[in-house]
């Protein structure tokens, strides 16, 4: 599975929209791109995935670059509780994956009133 | 309803003794992990099983044994506790390899 870069910490002021950014040069065509956030002392909890083409679901949008290099997760509007660590996350998926997920360090977030 | 739910929540226990967390999840899914957060946050794959199979073993130490009685179930029985296996248990599920995963609440394991 592809390493990827995130930035240790960002803020976000709450009702703004939040974009956190991953970079993952070494992605292989058939790995996707997932997002997971935990907030404090939780599971980690799935956001959204997606191969090349943009994504959007009912918690946030993922944009990825043509090049697929880098994507972007977005919270439309932060509220309070979206403060949590964020992680990107590449991941083969298919019969030769074992589905495990490989964590790094992940983006804390923390939205401010 | 809780998807995947762990027992104990917390668990405070002495060196060298034995414990066991419990695992259950309630989606029909097929597949299970555990997976261990140190102090430092680190999250990492500890055990997979597929169907009651161990199909992930990331060089745990053998005093971690997971057991798997059906495939809605993986429990993680810890021998002769040991100081560094101080962490958050975290149990996780999905269908085979393809869907996303579901994670339990965590179980927060203290070795004094």
């Known amino acids: 599975d592809a390493k990827t870069t995130q930035p240790t910490s960002m803020d976000c002021a709450e009702g703004r929209a939040a974009n956190l950014p991953c970079n993952h040069s070494?992605?292989?065509?058939?790995?996707?791109v997932y997002w997971y956030r935990q907030i404090h002392s939780q599971g980690p909890q799935y956001i959204i995935h997606g191969l090349k083409n943009n994504e959007t679901n009912e918690m946030a949008s993922l944009i990825i670059t043509e090049d697929r290099k880098s994507s972007t997760l977005i919270l439309p509007h932060a509220t309070l509780r979206d403060t949590a660590v964020y992680y990107c996350?590449?991941?083969?998926?298919?019969?030769?994956?074992?589905?495990?997920?490989?964590f790094g360090q992940g983006t804390t977030l923390q939205v401010k009133p | 309803d809780t998807a995947v739910s762990q027992t104990p929540k917390y668990l405070v226990t002495q060196m060298g003794n034995d414990k066991s967390i419990k695992c259950e999840q309630n989606l029909g899914h097929d597949t299970m992990y555990w997976y261990k957060q140190d102090s430092k946050k680190f999250l990492k794959i500890m055990f997979s099983?597929?169907?009651?199979?161990?199909?992930i073993n990331e060089t745990v130490p053998n005093r971690f044994s997971p057991k798997s009685p059906d495939k809605a179930h993986l429990n993680l029985h810890i021998n002769s506790l040991e100081l560094g296996d101080s962490a958050v248990y975290f149990c996780a599920s999905t269908q085979g390899a393809v869907t996303e995963a579901f994670f339990g609440q965590g179980t927060r394991l203290t070795v004094v």
């Open positions: 070494t992605i292989s065509g058939n790995e996707y």
């Open positions: 099983y597929n169907n009651k199979e161990l199909i």
């Open positions: 996350i590449v991941r083969l998926v298919g019969s030769s994956n074992t589905g495990k997920l490989i």
